[in-house]
């Protein structure tokens, strides 16, 4: 997820002649490249290796989190996972931190909360990114969720960080 590969230029030939395929050899019978989608306004997207998003990744332990993970969709519903279990809904007043995901965990521990959606939103994109993804924020009437794009599906994926009120009792 930290790169996308470029290809410049293909050149192939061919020879039409029929011959059974050798036993054990591997053939691509179909391929499927996924449209990139653009938005229509330009968007720069903070570098997954900016020192403090490097210091979220270590605070988090998000590499120890993924270890085991076998897709890009399993390794961001860890992450989504762990930020909804970091503090419980609540005002982020006074001291509203700024959308700053150290700031906001940093309040967290010295005020026993975090905020509210936009606070477990801000925390899950910057986590997200100092993981190589993309993520962005979106506003759904009056809550704040996060869209992150997910290679192996070619597409921009919703997600809500802020866990629901039926698994509190994982705090308690």
Sequence with gaps: PLQSPVVRRVHIERTLT????????????????????????????????????????????????????????????????????????????PEYPEWNALEILDRRDRRGVGGMCIQFSVVFIQSLISLGYQARHINMFAHETVEVYVDELGKWVHMDPERSEEHTSELQ
Excluded: C, M
């Design 18 to 93: 029929f011959s059974p395929p050798a036993p054990n050899t591997f053939y691509v019978w179909k391929y499927e490249n996924a449209t990139q989608r653009y938005p229509s306004v330009p968007f720069a997207y903070e570098k997954w290796d900016e020192p403090k998003l490097r210091q979220l990744r270590e605070w988090l332990k998000l590499d120890d989190l993924i270890k085991g993970a076998d897709t890009d969709f399993e390794r961001i519903n860890l992450v989504r996972h762990l930020v909804s279990t970091q503090w419980r809904h609540g005002s982020p007043l």
